[in-house]
């Protein structure tokens, strides 16, 4: 069986360029050191995933240059996939064509912001997709966007028209699925990292106080505990 393909959407860490939001709480050094610290705990779920339901990870990211920094700490498995366009839709559906086209069965999208991501959202959303008839999955955001996505066929029409960042993002992506009959399945929902308020779900995550509306226990997460003071 073919294996599935799960990207991480993501630059390369840059003091002053990486979680801009959190500078002014956190510094541009350790807002950084934190961007950094969540892509290697989420390559840790997605390591976890893949040896659960056979996945090989990816990471989609911009310029050129960003693959070789990321691979100085991504794990030596992963492969890198460069979409540059100041369209987030257009990256979505490039990287979904080029992963499809690799050969995967399926193209699966993960937020870079998402440390504490579990990887039994992403083992459900690859076995979602292996069900027959299935084309589009979604692991819904607590802000209003998506964390996930994922693919079976390349799907333009879900990510034309998308007001990113903005707490309308998945509810226009479902009106784009409707309006052009895609299939579309929900899984539990999670969060995304990327202001001050966020912040603090993801600090009293980490303290064992789970965030309203999540029904699965997050990953440990641990490079993002030590950039956080929060070590166990």
Request: proline content about 7%.
């Amino acid at each position: 069986m073919a294996t599935a393909a799960i990207g991480i959407i993501c630059k390369a860490p840059k003091a002053g360029q990486s979680k801009t939001r959190l500078i002014p709480r956190l510094g541009p050094e350790r807002a950084a050191a934190l961007a950094r610290a969540f892509l290697i705990d989420l390559s840790r779920s997605i390591e976890e995933a893949a040896a659960a339901v056979g996945c090989a990870g990816y990471a989609v990211c911009s310029p050129e240059s960003a693959a070789a920094e990321l691979a100085t700490f991504l794990p030596p498995a992963f492969a890198y996939i460069v979409k540059t366009d100041c369209d987030l839709g257009r990256v979505l559906d490039g990287a979904t064509q080029e992963l499809l086209a690799r050969g995967h069965e399926s193209a699966i999208l993960v937020n870079g912001d998402s440390p504490t991501l579990p990887a039994a959202l992403l083992v459900e959303t690859v076995r979602a997709l292996r069900v027959p008839g299935a084309h589009a999955v979604f692991v819904p955001a607590l802000d209003g966007g998506y964390s996930i996505v994922g693919l079976n066929r390349r799907t333009p029409e879900i990510f034309a028209d998308i007001p990113w960042s903005t707490p309308a993002v998945m509810r226009r992506s479902l009106e784009q699925a409707e309006r052009h009959a895609i299939p579309v399945e929900f899984l539990s929902p999670w969060y995304d990292v990327d202001d001050s308020e966020s912040l603090d779900w993801l600090l009293s995550e980490l303290r064992g106080e789970r965030p309203g509306g999540l029904v699965h226990k997050g990953a440990e997460a641990p490079a993002t505990r030590k950039v956080l003071g929060l070590e166990s």
